[in-house]
Structure formats: C-alpha cells, structure tokens
C-alpha cells in the first residue's frame, strides 16, 4: 500500500525557519521524482519544488529560491523541504507528492505526479 505522509508544519515568525518531512512507503522512493506543493486559502495548488530520482536535479518555483531546499534520504524514504527566512505569503498547506513512472524531465506540473500525501498547514505570521 502506497503511502505519502507529511509533517513538520507549525506556526512561525516571519524570518523563522521550518523543515517538512515527507515519509514514503510501499514503494521504492528511490526510483521516483518527489515533487512539494502548496495551496493557501482562496488560491490555485502551487508546485514548490521537486527533486529528481536519479540525480536529485532540483527545480523551484522564483519565489522560493535561496529560501527552499529540497533533499532527500532514500535509506530514511524520506524527502524534506527546508525553509527559511519564511515570509507570511508562504502561508498554506505543503503537499509532498510522487511521481509513478520515470520520465527524463523533472517538473513542477500537479499533474504530472500519482501519490500525493493529505498536507501539512505552515503558518508564517508577520
């Protein structure tokens, strides 16, 4: 049974720092592009960022880069996205998803990922 399970958000100060943990299981997280997402109240799904299977390629959306890191540790099947210097616009739940089938590119796209875990709310107050 395949399971994506998030956590790790909270309540910070603008400034702050918070790192979400995205465990996996039932599958081989090596082999799959991991893919963090975001919704805030009122607004469209948001791909963050990703990181790719083979190589941990990463790719950011603009207004997260120098802020947001993605990594992951395959032996732990866990992926994780560090923040920092948090903002209150980055306010929303934080989704982790996985791709099901390799693809050479690595994207940003919801669409393009299968397994997706139930969210974790971060809360940046300013």
């Known amino acids: 049974q395949v399971q994506v399970v998030e956590s790790g958000g909270d309540l910070v100060q603008h400034g702050g720092s918070l790192t979400l943990s995205c465990v996996t299981s039932?599958?081989?997280?090596?082999?799959?592009?991991i893919g963090w997402f975001r919704q805030a109240p009122g607004k469209e799904r948001e791909g963050v960022g990703c990181?790719?299977?083979?190589?941990?390629?990463?790719n950011y959306v603009d207004s997260v880069k120098g802020r947001l890191t993605i990594s992951r540790d395959n032996a732990k099947n866990t992926v994780y996205l560090q923040m920092n210097n948090l903002k209150p616009e980055d306010t929303a739940v934080y989704y982790c998803?996985?791709?099901?089938?390799?693809?050479?590119?690595?994207?940003?796209?919801?669409?393009?990922?299968?397994?997706w875990g139930q969210g974790t709310q971060v809360t940046v107050s300013s």
């Open positions: 039932g599958f081989t997280l090596d082999y799959h592009t």
């Open positions: 990181i790719s299977s083979s190589d941990n390629r990463t």
């Open positions: 998803a996985a791709e099901l089938t390799y693809k050479a590119y690595i994207t940003r796209r919801a669409g393009e990922y299968d397994w």
